[in-house]
Structures are given as C-alpha cells and as structure tokens.
C-alpha cells in the first residue's frame, strides 16, 4: 500500500509464561496519529520495542514502508523516544542537538529550527541541567526530529510531567501532526488519546479490544437493553443471534452486547419474526471514559 508507514502482522512476545503481546495487528498510514491505549502492562512497550528492533519478537510480522527497505534502514526514517530524555547536563540546549546531528549525519541547520517546533528558542543557550523534566522532553522530541522523520514514535510521553508540562507536550505532538508526520504514541491514559490522536489500538494482557478510529470507538461498543413479557423467553431467542457476544440479565431487563454494529430495527425485527415483542428496547452506547474504566477495573479484580 502507497501510504503505508508500518504494517503489523499477528505479533507475539512471550517472557517466559507471560504473554506480554498476543495477536496484536496494526497498520499505520501516513498523516495520522496512533494511539496504543492500554494499562500498565499491557504490552505497549513491548510492541514499540519489537518494531524499533530493540527487543526479539516470538512470531508474527511487521513491515516498514510496505516492505520496501530492512529494519535498519527503515529506522533511519523514524524517530523514537522510548526511554527518559538523556543528553550532556553541562552542555546547552543547542549543543546537545549539534552533537545529535553530527552523530546522525544530518546537517545543524536544522536545530533552530526544531527548537522552535518545541518551543525551546528562547532556552537554547541554557545547559540541559537547569531544565524542567518536561523542558527535557520537549528537547528530546526536538531531537527526535532532527532527521525530519516519517513518523514519530513516543512511549508514555506526558508520563511524570506536571499540568503544564503535560499541556506543552501534547500542544506540540498535535503542531507535529498537523505538519504532516505522522505519529504513533503509547500511552495509558485515555485522556491523552482522545485529545492527541485520531486513531486507537486498545490493548489488555497483550490482547487488542479494540483497533479503529478514535471517534468510532463509542459506537463499537454499544450495547441493548432488552425486555419483553416473557424473558426467559426472549434469552432462548436471543442465544441464536448470529452476532450475539454476551448478554447479563434478570426478569427485569436483559443487557446484550453484539459484535458487531447491529440496528435497533433489525434486532427488532429479529425477535418479532421469532414471535417475541419486545416492551422495551434501547441501545446505549458507553462513553469511551466508561469503556476504559470497564477495562481497567476488570484487570483490578483479574490480578
Ligand atoms: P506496558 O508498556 O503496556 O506497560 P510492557 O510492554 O512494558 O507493558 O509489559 C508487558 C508485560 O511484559 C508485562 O507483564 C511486563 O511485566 C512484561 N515484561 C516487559 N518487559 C519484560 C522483560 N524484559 N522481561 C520479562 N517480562 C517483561
Ligand atoms: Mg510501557
């Protein structure tokens, strides 16, 4: 495909028993940007380490730029921020990105340039040990950007940052994205997703719950209550839905979950045909806060 960055197929990482990425698919194209949503330990890391060649995958695929280059030369096109921002504490803002240039070959013109993007102009004279962890971060995002990559590859990049800092981060990562490069961020907070990015891979225990557009997310997954005169009734019909996933229930009111989009009218239809009316139907969506807490709170009562 033209416009594809990165293409990941049926990824597995084992560490001994635990299954840190199981089955995880993503394809990444040009211009967006990518979340990978999931809580701690659920293989976000792990993932971002496998394609930047740093940690061995068990099996499954990816591919860089359709397939077209090898991993070391596909790197080159990438720029990653994966650990805590290190440079040279006595050395200044612009120092540092010098010598970054020099060791990646490209040429120092660029670093204004960036400084500016990160909003760290002004400080450019000022030695990397006197800034804020998040002035810290801007800079590492700076020389993430020296090479003018393709994309941009940032693990939990607000992590340990106060209000401010965190607003600064993300102000930049969407200036970044809306100058064409595209972006792929792990992160674990669903806050930070849902204002950063246009796109989201939800991860639990290595597991995908999710992988779609962020906006599309609420509609994904949701949700019928169901009740008719008879629910005993209405459960036996409802087991032979073909797109049935789960459903909970009491005399009262059932709660259905489909896997896929499924229309009021036609599950009407359905019991209808079957023999049942249905006295009450409704489908709810959740909020993408209330599906991340379901998500969340099930890992709390899983460990
Ligand atoms: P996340 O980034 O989403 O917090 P990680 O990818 O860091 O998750 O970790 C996923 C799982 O793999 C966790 O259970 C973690 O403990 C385990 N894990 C990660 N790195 C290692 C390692 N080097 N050795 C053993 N287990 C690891
Ligand atoms: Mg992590």
Redesign the pocket.
């Given at each position: 495909m033209e416009n594809s960055i990165l293409s990941i197929k049926n990824l597995h990482k084992k560490?001994?028993k635990?299954h840190?990425?199981n089955d995880v698919s993503l394809d990444i194209y040009k211009g967006n940007v990518y979340g990978i949503l999931?809580?701690?330990?659920?293989?976000?890391?792990?993932?971002l380490g496998i394609v930047l060649n740093v940690v061995n995958k068990t099996s499954g695929e990816y591919y860089w730029f359709g397939g077209k280059l090898e991993t070391h030369d596909a790197l080159k096109k990438v720029g990653a921020i994966i650990e805590r921002p290190n440079f040279y504490p006595y050395m200044t803002a612009k120092e540092n990105l010098e010598l970054v240039c020099r060791i990646k070959g490209v040429n120092s013109e660029k670093v204004d340039e960036k400084l500016e993007i990160v909003g760290l102009i002004d400080r450019k004279n000022s030695k990397f040990k006197t800034f804020s962890l998040g002035m810290k971060q801007r800079l590492a995002i700076a020389s993430a950007l020296l090479n003018d990559p393709e994309i941009l590859i940032l693990?939990e990049p607000t992590n340990g940052l106060d209000p401010q800092g965190i607003h600064q981060v993300r102000d930049i990562i969407r200036l970044i994205a809306s100058q064409g490069t595209t972006i792929l961020l792990?992160s674990?907070l669903l806050d930070e997703v849902e204002k950063v990015c246009s796109h989201v891979l939800v991860?639990r225990f290595?597991k995908i719950l999710y992988n779609g557009k962020v906006d599309e997310m609420v509609n994904h997954n949701a949700y019928f209550e169901l009740q008719s005169s008879n629910n005993q009734k209405l459960i036996e019909v409802l087991k032979y839905h073909p797109e049935l996933e789960n459903f909970e229930g009491n005399e009262e009111k059932i709660i259905a979950h489909f896997k896929t989009q499924v229309e009021a009218s036609e599950l009407n239809k359905f019991f209808f045909e079957k023999g049942i009316s249905l006295n009450h139907l409704v489908k709810r969506k959740q909020s993408l806060e209330e599906q991340f807490l379901t998500l969340t709170n099930s890992i709390e009562t899983q460990s």
């Open positions: 560490y001994g635990v840190a990425v999931g809580p701690n330990g659920s293989g976000k890391s792990t993932t693990d792990a674990h991860l290595g």
